[in-house]
Structures are given as C-alpha cells and as structure tokens.
Nanobody
C-alpha cells in the first residue's frame, strides 16, 4: 500500500484546513487508516483513525482527546482518499502530519499497529 499525504500549509489560529491522503495498492477487506502528527524532537502521536469493513459496509472512527470536536476524519473510496478536516486550529496543532494504514480492524491509537506510512505534510498554525 502506498500513501501520499498533502494539504498542509501555514494558517492562523482559528482557521480550518483539510489534509488528504491518497492511497493505492492492494488493501484488505477490513482495514484502518489513521492520522498521526509529530513535532521535531518528540514522538509521533495519534490524531484520528477510521476503519472500513467491506463485508458489513460499516465504519468506525476514533479521535485523540486533543482534537475531538475540532477534527473530522473521513474517506472517499471512489477517490481512494482519506481526509482530515481540521477546524478551529490552534498553535499547538503545528506538526508534521502523517497518514498510515493498518491491515486489520479495529481502529487503534498505537503507532506500531500501522505498517504503511505516507511521507508527512507540514501544518503550521500561527497565533
């Protein structure tokens, strides 16, 4: 699975921004995609994840407490793209954002559960 993240940029506090993660390659019938972020010198932290089960046509999502209510994760299977809609951005949201792929359910916050990663896109929020 190949992942390509895009959409980062410089915004002001309170602004909105949408990140995209285009994916290609062979996926499983039930999988999870996630967003993580990393500030230089710190660990890569979980932001949000979304699952999809082809058999039950069901989806589940999970958010970190720091972004719950402000960020929304979604996916468009027709475009093979996952999105992260970020609203009411804060300076502490400044980081490099990575998208990741997990080959099985359930949704997870654990970085080591995701085996495929995209290259990161930088989000900078000025105060």
């Amino acid at each position: 699975v190949q992942l390509q993240a895009s959409g980062g940029g410089l915004v002001q506090a309170g602004d909105s921004l949408r990140l995209s993660c285009a994916y290609s390659g062979r996926t499983s019938s039930a999988y999870v995609m996630g967003w993580f972020r990393q500030v230089p010198g710190k660990e890569r932290d979980f932001v949000a994840s979304i699952s999809w089960n082809v058999y039950t046509q069901s989806s589940d999502s999970l958010y970190s407490d720091s972004v719950k209510g402000r960020f929304t994760v979604s996916k468009d299977d027709a475009k093979n793209t996952m999105y992260l809609q970020m609203s009411n951005l804060k300076p502490e949201d400044t980081a490099i954002y990575y998208c990741a792929f997990k080959l099985s359910l359930p949704v997870s916050t654990l970085r080591d559960c995701y085996c495929y990663w995209g290259q990161g896109t930088l989000v900078t929020v000025s105060s």
